[in-house]
Nanobody, 126 residues
Framework: QVQLVESGGGLVQAGGSLRLSCAASGRTANSYAMGWFRQAPGKEREFVAAISRSGGRTYYTDSVKGRFTVSRDSAKNTVYLSLNSLKPEDTAVYYC???????????????????WGQGTQVTVSS
């Protein structure tokens, strides 16, 4: 089992940047594929980015390609989501999620993920 704690959210102006962190606990934290999702007010939670357990594979939703970067530091059991060129439509609660895997696979579907963090708010003002 793994516990996830997100941090790094905040209020930023359009065009600004933030870096979200997702700290994972547990001895096998590096055996997990990780994903980032977000939920805007009045909308369903949606996929943002995913990274394989090795960090060698990443995948993004089209709306954030070229602006967001997902990475992980295995030594720190932490996954990051760097948000650049932020837009007001990026405003949402951002969640990280983990899926125990036995290969270097990644998932974009939230139903695949077993563990979720509590979320961190990102607000982008225009």
């Amino acid at each position: 089992q793994v516990q996830l704690v997100e941090s790094g959210g905040g209020l930023v102006q359009a065009g600004g940047s933030l870096r979200l962190s997702c700290a994972a606990s547990g001895r096998t934290a590096n055996s997990y594929a990780m994903g980032w999702f977000r939920q805007a007010p009045g909308k369903e939670r949606e996929f943002v980015a995913a990274i394989s357990r090795s960090g060698g594979r990443t995948y993004y939703t089209d709306s954030v390609k070229g602006r967001f970067t997902v990475s992980r530091d295995s030594a720190k059991n932490t996954v990051y989501l760097s948000l650049n060129s932020l837009k007001p439509e990026d405003t949402a609660v951002y969640y990280c999620a983990a899926k125990l895997v036995s290969s270097d696979i990644i998932y974009s579907s939230q139903v695949r993920y077993d563990y979720w963090g509590q979320g961190t708010q990102v607000t982008v003002s225009s």
